[in-house]
């Protein structure tokens, strides 16, 4: 297949990117901040973007989707990267519905979809517990009690965790932290006794929240997928979310970037624009070159996910090790080229990193995924 | 969706070539073609004075030539295999798949080919193309002078007008293999008066034509690959321009873009086995299997990274070229990250080979092949263009920055 958007792939993403572009721009994120949003996202924004079948993107026909594949999950998400827009797309309509759409039995399936592609369902996956993401590490109890479970811990960056009204929580049944057995994913009504909420304020302003479960029943039909053998479809799920986001990186550095490029051909010190001078010239350069090989890795593993799940594996560990590397010095180069202007807060420039930091964190780092890079090839 | 049914006999037909490919490379690559070349001397260049290094070699470049697929690209009428976009990239796909090494590597492939089929006239192309497909001319390339490096349109070797001749005199440097070569492309100034890149011309002629000499430059490696080459009056027919007299620069350029091309995909050409396996023959494993080395380890696997990301990269700029999307400054941003990565590459097996890779002169070492491979590749940020110069052409063609 080859590694270009096909010609109805561009006239999504160009449709994606006037929507956004219009409605949500930059400044959408910062009134958002501002305004300490209770939501954190635009309500009526998420309406739209269900109406143009955005929302349903991944969930098959059958369920009111549009039944499309990952690359065209990544191209709205890229979209997203632009302008940093708050947006349930990345939690509800690709993680969590692929959880769904993946894991689910036919009841499950039938009873949740259909509300993910009209827009009225908000879901998440709460996967990490500690600073950083060790999927194998969940220690989130989850103990038989009479037809059901109880599950007891916490969880930590939980993506829209705050509004979410379906969480999908990943917890052990069996064995202890580090091992693959064991695992389980259980579908869980943050409503229920003993869920507590609490919306946590990050740096990029975006959404999400910590969640502890004290003694929460579920009932037997609440597993999503198989007791004990949740890590095959968890692994899945995370690769389709770890695409998502190197994305919206690829998105985030492409805007930073070409801020960045203007700024040099507008600013002028020393009698010259600033772009005339080779030491900027060069690693602007260097990072537009950065910018395009991730583009491309992005790409592989995205097609690499459409084609085949389960081999996809090492395509998204180096495109999400990439799009971290990459995303961390456009960013860097965004502030630092801009001069005392890219320090303010009233400059778009810093916002653009806040994000990246926490996109960087999603679903594991440039360090965790490069080092499963180098456990698949046996070193 | 009107074309969905011819998309899917397309899909059908792509798809039995490349069942077809497969079988027939499997039947048809001898096993000992199945790895990459070990030294310079286990490529096989072509040529008037040509050797075969092993049969399997002759054996393989016969068959690959029989079927045109030296220059799978190419039209059949010039000797190539005239495969489309789509059937080269599966042939690749096939070839890498089971290690297969090119049967015939060559500077008329690689760079005077591509320039000949657009700027070459008919009688050129019908001389030249199917000699180089063939393997029986080797050509050398004669951009490089003393006092023209980076800024090549500086250079100063003259063609003189002489009736139907051009008189050639001057000198060439760094000129690779100009001692085995049989033709020489090269830039010579036809017009002194017009402003550098208006006076130049790109001309082809015979290394055993009367005033040309070479002498061989020894390189860090302790091989030499390239020489300095002389031009005392070399009489050549101006019918062996390229393209138009004082526009040779268009061909000049033309080329560079091919060659950096070629240059790029240095650094994703694995070397046989995966470099953490490599560097674990020398530095060992812990109880985990994992390499003895913690810092080494994550510098290998950062390498990983960057390796299967410019492979992709390298696809997609294929791909890019095929849907005419691709900018003609690209293969520069492709050069610049492929060497420096090739480069990288060298370092980690110099420092996963520690005491093992400092031989110079033994059977053991096989006289010394990695720390010379090693040396060797510090010329790749050079050759065809250096590493800053990308970079300039890079911030000044594709992003526009100002400034000359
Ligand atoms: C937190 C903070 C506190 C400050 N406090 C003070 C203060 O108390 N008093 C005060 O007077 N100032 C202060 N400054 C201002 C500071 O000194 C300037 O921001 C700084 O000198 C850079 O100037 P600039 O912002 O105009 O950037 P510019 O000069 O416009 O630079 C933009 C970019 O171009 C690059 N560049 C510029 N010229 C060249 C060149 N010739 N070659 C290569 N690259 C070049 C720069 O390195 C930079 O990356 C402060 C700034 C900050 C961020
Ligand atoms: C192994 C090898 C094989 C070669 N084969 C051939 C061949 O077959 N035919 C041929 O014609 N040539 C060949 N070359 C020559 C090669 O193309 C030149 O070496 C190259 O173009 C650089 O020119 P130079 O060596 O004169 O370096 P210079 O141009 O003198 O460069 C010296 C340094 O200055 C830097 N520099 C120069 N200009 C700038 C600038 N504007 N901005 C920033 N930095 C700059 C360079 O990047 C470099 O680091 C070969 C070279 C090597 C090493």
């Known amino acids: ?379 | 969706m009107t074309d969905t049914v011819a998309g899917d006999s397309e899909a059908a037909d792509l798809e039995t070539f490349r069942v077809e490919t497969r079988a027939w490379l499997e039947a048809n690559c001898p096993p000992e073609m199945r790895k990459p070349a070990t030294s310079d001397a286990d490529v096989f260049w072509g040529g008037r004075n040509a050797k075969f290094s092993s049969e399997p070699q002759r054996v393989w470049f016969e068959r690959m030539r029989d079927k045109g697929w030296t220059v799978p690209d190419w039209p059949k009428e010039y000797g190539g295999g005239g495969l489309s976009a789509v059937e080269h990239k599966v042939l690749r796909a096939e070839m890498g798949r089971i290690g297969a090494r090119p049967p015939l590597s060559s500077f008329g492939i690689w760079m005077l080919g591509p320039a000949l089929l657009k700027y070459g006239n008919e009688a050129q192309k019908k001389e030249h193309l199917p000699k180089i497909a063939a393997g029986l001319i080797r050509w050398c390339q004669g951009y490089s002078e003393p006092n023209a490096g980076s800024d090549l349109a500086s250079l100063q070797t003259r063609a003189e007008s002489d009736g139907d001749d051009f008189v050639i005199t001057g000198q060439k440097i760094w000129t690779s293999y100009a001692n085995y070569a049989d033709w020489i492309f090269c830039l010579v100034r036809t017009d002194p008066t017009a402003k550098k890149h208006d006076g130049i011309s790109f001309i082809l002629f015979d290394m055993a034509s009367k005033g040309v000499t070479t002498k061989p430059i020894l390189l860090i490696s302790g091989y030499s690959p390239f020489c300095e080459t002389f031009f005392d009056n070399v009489r050549v027919p101006k019918s062996q321009v390229v393209g138009t007299v004082n526009r040779g620069w268009d061909v000049a350029k033309y080329l560079l873009q091919h060659e950096r091309a070629m240059i790029s995909g240095m650094g994703e050409r694995g070397v046989g086995r995966p470099l953490g396996q490599i560097a674990a023959d020398s530095v060992g494993t812990d109880a985990a299997g994992r390499l003895d080395d913690a810092m080494l380890r994550g510098r290998i696997a950062s390498f990983d990274v960057d390796e299967a990301a410019l492979a992709a990269c390298a696809e997609r700029a294929v791909d890019l070229a095929k849907a005419g999307q691709a900018h003609p400054a690209f293969s520069s941003a492709m050069k610049y990250y492929g060497t420096e990565l090739n480069k990288r590459r060298y370092e980690i097996l110099m420092s996963a080979g520690g005491v093992d890779a400092l031989e110079w002169e033994s059977e053991r070492s096989r006289q010394g092949a990695r720390p010379r491979a090693w040396l060797r590749t510090k010329a790749n940020s050079i050759e065809g263009g250096t590493s800053e110069v990308m970079l300039g052409i890079v911030a000044k063609r594709i992003l526009d920055l100002p400034g000359a």
């Open chain 1, 1 to 379: 297949m080859a590694l270009v958007l096909t010609e109805e792939q561009s006239m999504l993403r160009d449709s994606a990117r006037g929507l956004i572009s219009d409605k949500a721009p930059v400044s959408h994120l910062r009134h958002l901040r501002d305004s300490k949003d209770p939501t954190g996202f635009s309500k009526e924004f998420w309406h739209s973007f269900a109406e143009m079948g955005f929302a349903g993107l991944l969930v098959p026909e059958e369920f009111g989707g549009s039944g499309l594949g990952f690359v065209e999950a990544g191209v709205i998400m890229e979209e997203i990267g632009r302008t940093l827009m708050p947006s349930p797309f990345l939690a509800t309509s690709v993680v969590a519905a692929s959880a769904l759409n993946r894991g689910g039995n036919a009841a499950q399936k039938a009873e949740f979809l259909p509300k993910i592609s009209s827009g009225s369902l908000l879901a998440t996956l709460a996967i990490d517990e500690g600073a950083k993401h060790r999927p194998l590490q969940t220690n989130l109890q989850a103990v038989r009690a009479g037809n059901g479970f109880k599950l007891s811990g916490a969880k930590a960056l939980v993506v829209d965790g705050h509004v979410a009204d379906l969480l999908i929580v990943a917890a052990r049944t069996v064995g202890s932290p580090g091992e693959r057995e064991g695992l389980t994913l259980f579908l869980v009504n943050p409503a229920a006794k003993g869920v507590a909420v609490e919306r946590t304020i990050m740096v990029d302003a975006h959404n999400a929240a910590r969640i502890e479960f004290a003694n929460v029943e579920v009932d037997a039909d609440s597993v999503l997928g198989e007791v004990d053998q949740g890590a095959g479809l968890l692994d899945g799920v995370l690769d389709i979310g770890r695409g998502a986001v190197a994305s919206e990186m690829v998105g985030l550095s492409e805007e930073v970037f070409g801020r960045t490029v203007e700024y040099l051909k507008s600013r002028k010190q020393f009698g010259k624009l600033i772009g005339e001078f080779q030491a900027l010239q060069h690693r602007a350069a260097e990072l537009y070159v950065d910018i395009e090989i991730t583009r491309a890795a992005v790409m592989k593993a995205l097609q690499a996910l459409d084609a085949d799940i389960a081999k996809a594996a090492s395509a998204v560990a180096v495109a999400k090790a990439r799009a971290g590397t990459t995303a961390t010095r456009a960013v860097q180069e965004g502030v630092q080229m801009h001069g005392g202007m890219g320090m303010t807060d009233q400059f778009d420039i810093g916002f653009f990193m806040k994000r990246a930091r926490v996109c960087e964190e999603l679903f594991g780092d440039a360090n965790y995924h490069t080092e499963q890079l180098a456990r698949a090839r046996g070193y």
